[in-house]
């Protein structure tokens, strides 16, 4: 059973390599297949970590993003996004639309979108309820940076630069703002 299975495998194969891949027209060897560049990628999957600065104090900022490309520049860019300073620190999930200006090696580019922000805030109180506020706010979130598009077929690293700002209710202590800067790389699939 081995051999015919073996013989019938031997068979099968060399039959295969025995037909070309593209039929050819022999009067002047041009492919009758035309072949067509490969679009570019449309989807990216980044990290990023950096600086926040917000209310005065400064901290870290840490984040994952997924960018997906529509076409003529414009993106949609959903992010996770972790910031810490001081006691305090956020939690957010946004969705921003980023519209790229495509250059030879670099594309900078201008983004916004709104997320959902979970905030803890820890202050010096015996009251646990005062010591410790939590809350979920929308958010708003304005940027820009640049990409570097050159460093490799597989990444690019960039440099990211965002406003974001949290609105609370008067209750709340009011709005909460700052900037985040920060640099990342991001994995072209």
Same mark, same amino acid.
């Given at each position: 059973?081995?051999?015919?299975? /073996?013989? /019938?495998?031997?068979?099968?194969?060399?039959?295969?390599?025995?037909?070309?891949?593209?039929?050819?027209?022999?009067?002047?060897?041009?492919?009758?297949?035309?072949?067509?560049?490969?679009?570019?990628?449309?989807?990216?999957?980044?990290?990023?970590?950096?600086?926040?600065?917000?209310?005065?104090?400064?901290?870290?900022?840490?984040?994952?993003?997924?960018?997906?490309?529509?076409?003529?520049?414009?993106?949609?860019?959903?992010?996770?996004?972790?910031?810490?300073?001081?006691?305090?620190?956020?939690?957010?999930?946004?969705?921003?639309?980023?519209?790229?200006?495509?250059?030879?090696?670099?594309?900078?580019?201008?983004?916004?979108?709104?997320?959902?922000?979970?905030?803890?805030?820890?202050?010096?109180?015996?009251?646990?309820?005062?010591?410790?506020?939590?809350?979920?706010?929308?958010?708003?979130?304005?940027?820009?940076?640049?990409?570097?598009?050159?460093?490799?077929?597989?990444?690019?690293?960039?440099?990211?630069?965002?406003?974001?700002?949290?609105?609370?209710?008067?209750?709340?202590?009011?709005?909460?703002?700052?900037?985040?800067?920060?640099?990342?790389?991001?994995?072209?699939?």
């Amino acid at each position: 059973m081995k051999k015919i299975f /073996f013989i /019938f495998l031997v068979i099968f194969v060399t039959n295969n390599f025995s037909y070309s891949q593209f039929k050819s027209d022999f009067q002047n060897n041009t492919p009758v297949i035309e072949q067509k560049k490969v679009p570019g990628t449309k989807i990216g999957l980044g990290i990023h970590t950096g600086f926040a600065f917000i209310e005065s104090s400064t901290g870290f900022d840490i984040g994952v993003l997924a960018d997906l490309k529509l076409g003529s520049g414009v993106a949609i860019t959903p992010q996770v996004n972790y910031w810490k300073v001081d006691k305090d620190n956020n939690f957010e999930l946004s969705a921003l639309l980023r519209y790229n200006f495509d250059l030879p090696d670099v594309s900078p580019y201008v983004d916004g979108g709104l997320g959902i922000n979970f905030l803890s805030i820890k202050k010096e109180s015996t009251d646990p309820v005062i010591a410790n506020q939590n809350s979920t706010n929308f958010g708003l979130d304005l940027g820009g940076g640049v990409e570097f598009q050159k460093v490799s077929k597989n990444f690019n690293l960039f440099i990211d630069g965002k406003y974001r700002l949290q609105i609370k209710s008067v209750e709340d202590g009011g709005n909460l703002s700052g900037f985040t800067l920060t640099g990342g790389i991001k994995f072209l699939l």
